[in-house]
């Protein structure tokens, strides 16, 4: 029997591959990128179904694909190569399933599905052929990083293998000594001026401002498209991906800024009233800003409050500063307490500062009570899921669980309107990213960098001190992401989900943050290796550059309408090119001494 069976199918084979069947492809769907063509070809005596699940989707419930009509027709339809698909095929008339498969189709791409009879009457046997060979959809990516690696070599390393340095005194560099530099970046001009009547030359943190212009210049990339590369987007729920790394590290950068800043100007005598008044001025400038230009752009056309949204990334970080520099204000400067005969004496850094760590605790139990304790009408209570077609479908208008229902609470239809979620999930709530909730994690998030700054005044002169309790801090949060996720993306106690901020998203990008900081911090400010080149332009004048690539992004020669969409070459020419050209026009204010200060 089974050999009767496989000359059957073999028969059949040869048939598909010689003549085709004379079946006739119509009205094929026009490819983009990241998209594949599957045509469907039913040798059944019956219509069938053919249905799809992502399996980045969780529990995601099967959507229909397309319809096949019985006796030798065909059915095409484009489908997404971001991810592994699981498709099916069902009968329309006995409402069974025929055969199911996994498979991860490659971009632009042409696949043919034969739907074949078995000597099983429930089952069919389903054959894939290859009709037309996908193309590389990375080859792109890699020609621009071999490119830009390139770049690097020329204008970074080539300098410094001609520079004279003793590497004999390495060693001795990174133990003993450091570099005098200020602990105050957003008032180096000034500390700069004073350098000059003094002996001892003090400079800025440049990895503080590379770190900065790193995550800016990623955040610009990936907000003009990434090259349409899903791992340069946002995550659909929870995961993360390069996108999703960006708005912490900026957050954490603004928490070390904030703890550098305030105490030289504590230091120089400063009053609390003129700081409180600094902080709250260029709050109201940020929450402006957000607002009135970023939330909204003529190409919405009329203005109209029915849909304008109000939280916003700005927003966020208009709060989260003021949350940490009023903190700085109240508790924070404590450098010159410094108690080598205690027994607390190695945690310094973190008990002198209890006030704002009890402050931090009761935020993250508010954030832990409210997630997980809040009811929710027609969900269940600490639901962290998207809704929609996810979890089987049983939950569809619970988007972000408690988070989400205080936004649609608050603001209503003043939110954002196409979460990251949408497509995958077919969602219909709104769901803003910069919610309330969220925004207490950024504070969290924001508080670790600044324990990165107490770190640095602490062990200021001692930098196996500062990488020493860097990595301590990122193994203890590191472990603590582990445990919260179970290292897995779904399954965890807690999920990794930037769009809700969770706690072990915070944790992870507090890892992430403490190594990537420690790693800039001994190859700028330590060795002296990196100058920070060309990041440390525009973290030098990063207001400018976020709100200018904001509002001048959707116009030349930022971006223009692509004319090759079935690839990425042109969208990641466009996204590098939209990118490079910020980073040049923050290279030309710097030399212009022009930095956009609030």
């Not at 957050?251 to 105490?263: C, E, M, R």
């Not at 607002?291 to 849909?307: A, H, K, Q, T, V």
């Not at 996810?390 to 972000?400: A, I, K």
């Not at 989400?404 to 949408?422: Q, S």
């Amino acid at each position: 029997m089974e050999l009767v069976r496989l000359l059957r199918v073999c028969l059949t084979l040869v048939v598909i591959f010689t003549c085709g069947c004379g079946t006739h492809i119509t009205s094929a769907p026009t490819l983009k990128t990241d998209q594949a063509l599957l045509i469907f070809h039913n040798r059944l005596p019956h219509e069938v179904e053919v249905l799809y699940t992502s399996d980045f989707c969780y529990k995601c419930v099967y959507q229909s694909l397309v319809h096949v009509k019985a006796s030798y027709n065909n059915a095409s339809a484009a489908i997404s190569t971001k991810f592994p698909l699981s498709l099916q095929v069902e009968s329309n008339k006995r409402n069974a399933i025929l055969c199911r498969w996994n498979q991860t189709y490659e971009e632009g791409g042409h696949y043919s599905v034969w739907i074949l009879r078995s000597d099983n009457a429930s089952k069919a046997t389903c054959i894939h052929t290859v009709d037309r060979k996908p193309h590389n959809s990375y080859l792109p990516i890699l020609v621009a990083t071999l490119f830009l690696a390139v770049t690097a070599l020329i204008f970074v390393v080539a300098p410094y293998i001609y520079r004279k340095c003793r590497t004999s005194k390495c060693a001795k560099t990174i133990c003993c000594h450091s570099p005098q530099y200020s602990l105050d970046n957003d008032e180096a001009h000034a500390t700069q001026a004073e350098d000059s009547a003094t002996k001892v030359k003090h400079k800025r943190l440049r990895s503080l401002d590379a770190f900065r212009g790193f995550a800016l210049t990623v955040m610009v990339f990936v907000n003009y498209g990434g090259g349409g590369y899903w791992f340069f987007q946002h995550a659909p729920w929870n995961g993360l991906t390069v996108a999703d790394l960006v708005m912490p590290w900026f957050v954490f950068i603004i928490g070390t800024s904030v703890v550098l800043a305030f105490s030289s100007m504590q230091r120089r005598g400063v009053g609390r009233l003129q700081l409180l008044q600094k902080i709250t001025w260029r709050t109201v400038v940020l929450l402006t800003l957000g607002f009135c230009f970023l939330n909204y752009s003529p190409r919405d056309g009329p203005l109209s409050w029915s849909w304008l949204r109000i939280p916003g990334v700005l927003q966020r970080l208009g709060f989260t500063y003021f949350v940490l520099a009023l903190l700085q204000i109240l508790w924070g400067h404590k450098e010159n307490q410094q108690k080598a005969g205690h027994w607390w004496a190695p945690i310094q850094d973190v008990v002198l500062y209890w006030p704002q760590w009890l402050t931090m605790i009761i935020l993250e139990t508010l954030w832990l009570c409210i997630t997980f304790l809040l009811p929710v009408p027609n969900c269940p209570t600490g639901y962290l899921g998207a809704g929609g077609i996810g979890d089987n479908g049983l939950y569809p208008n619970c988007t972000g669980g408690a988070a989400g229902y205080i936004d649609r609470w608050i603001f209503g239809d003043n939110m954002y309107r196409y979460p990251t979620c949408k497509e995958m999930y077919r969602t219909t709530q709104p769901f803003d990213p910069e919610g309330i909730l969220g925004t207490i994690n950024s504070i969290v998030m924001g508080f670790l960098g600044m324990q990165a700054g107490k770190i640095i005044i602490f062990y200021k002169g001692k930098n196996i001190h500062i990488l020493c309790r860097f990595l301590v801090w990122a193994t203890i949060l590191g472990i603590s992401a582990a445990v919260l996720s179970k290292c897995t993306r779904d399954e965890g106690f807690i999920p990794v989900n930037k769009n809700l901020w969770s706690l072990s998203y915070v944790t992870c990008m507090g890892c992430l943050s403490f190594l990537l900081l420690a790693g800039m911090y001994v190859i700028t400010d330590v060795m002296g290796w990196w100058g920070g080149q060309p990041f440390i332009y525009p973290g030098m004048n990063s207001i400018l550059v976020y709100v200018g690539h904001s509002l001048l992004g959707f116009y030349f020669p930022f971006s223009w309408e692509m004319r090759f969409q079935g690839s990425h070459w042109e969208w990641l020419f466009q996204s590098l090119w939209g990118t490079a050209l910020w980073v040049i026009i923050a290279y030309m204010l710097y030399r212009k001494k022009f930095f956009l200060k609030i």
